[in-house]
């Protein structure tokens, strides 16, 4: 059985609403950051890092959350939500997906850092300009790879949309929603996904 360590807003999201889109059974056991329950020692034991999400499947642990879509779609989605390996297709959607975590996430990451998960003492409020900037510019370039195409990788839906989409999300809670009317309607697409709204009642009621 899968079991997902996560908690509500968060990239808990991601993996749930992956598992849903396949029509996975599995665990969710949710952790309240407000209770501390994310350094306890019995999670501390599954990872040292205090994060979510994680993924427990059979005697793998992931805690990285592209890693972890990439090993359900290969083991679940049966080719649905992947490319096969040595195809451009995949090497298409591993751009899309690398280029999410380190350029359209991280701003994001750094101002949710500076305003809330780093020390008072360590935060810095002159980097939310330039944060914002970054992010930004990594719209456009998301712009410009996305086109005219449905989805980020073509016709079909996968695991780099799960990706993309919910940090465009994160992206509008920080109140920076993309200007460009491509990303606009790619949101308004993705937010009629069932599998998505059954995640988001999965993240908050368990």
Not at 1 to 17: D, E, K, Q, V
Not at 101 to 114: N, R
Not at 124 to 129: E, L, Q, R
Not at 183 to 202: C, D, F
Request: charged content about 20%.
């Amino acid at each position: 059985m899968i079991t997902i360590y996560g908690a509500p807003n968060t990239r808990t999201l991601r993996a749930l609403w992956l598992l849903e889109e396949v029509g996975a059974t599995y665990q969710y056991r949710a952790l309240d950051f407000s209770k501390g329950e994310s350094q306890s020692a019995e999670f501390l034991a599954i990872n040292p890092a205090g994060k979510v999400p994680v993924m427990v499947d059979g005697d793998l642990t992931l805690t990285e959350s592209a890693a972890i879509l990439t090993h359900l779609c290969d083991k679940l989605s049966y080719g649905n939500l992947i490319p096969k390996i040595n195809t451009n297709e995949r090497s298409r959607l591993n751009e899309v997906c690398y280029f999410t975590m380190t350029e359209l996430e991280q701003p994001l990451w750094l101002m949710a850092k500076h305003k809330f998960a780093l020390p008072k003492s360590k935060r810095v409020a002159d980097i939310f300009d330039t944060a914002q900037w970054e992010y930004q510019k990594a719209c456009q370039l998301l712009s410009q790879k996305l086109g005219d195409k449905p989805y980020v990788i073509g016709a079909s839906f996968t695991m780099a949309d799960i990706l993309v989409s919910q940090t465009l999300i994160w992206g509008q809670i920080f109140k920076l929603p993309p200007t460009q009317d491509n990303l606009q309607q790619y949101l308004q697409n993705i937010a009629n996904r069932p599998a998505l709204h059954a995640a988001r009642r999965r993240e908050t009621t368990s």
